[in-house]
């Protein structure tokens, strides 16, 4: 089975942290193949070497030229997130669901499209997360919760 390229939208701190969501979820890339980041800044070309990234552009000229891949938006503004997600989908993009392994569920937990899970976030039971929410490091979402779209816990939430 071929890897699923997938580009992470945002490189700065927050999108390189989802990065290494991704490789801890996928260390040999045998399903989810990391093309690069796409933002509409240019990132520090010296940190994205340190971490074998590139970048691949703007928005606009990823869209411009892209084909059938898939995407995680890297970006912690929940706004800014929910416009994206939509210019992405509307333009045949596929959101990507990562979960880190250190990440802990109970029964009953539904996930959304493009929710990020990062390292030793613990979900207990019946829990609901909508699309593109981000979960950061050490966050716990306990029984019975309801999280929106695009939502992002802070760190040890």
Known sequence: ??????????????GREVLD??????????????????????????ILAKIEANWLGTVDDFLANTNNMGFVIGIGD?????DLAGRLENQGLVPVTLIHPSATFGSDV??????????????TTNVHIGDHSHLNLNSTVSHDCRISHCVTLSPSC
């Open 1 to 14: 089975m071929a890897s699923q390229e997938i580009v992470i939208v945002g490189a700065g701190g927050h």
């Open 110 to 123: 539904f996930l959304g499209v493009g929710v990020v899970i990062a390292a030793h976030v613990s979900v």
């Open 21 to 46: 969501v991704l490789r801890a979820q996928d260390p040999d890339c045998e399903t989810l193949k990391f093309a690069g980041f796409i933002s509409d800044d240019k990132p520090d070309p010296q």
């Open 78 to 82: 929940p706004a800014t997130r929910k």
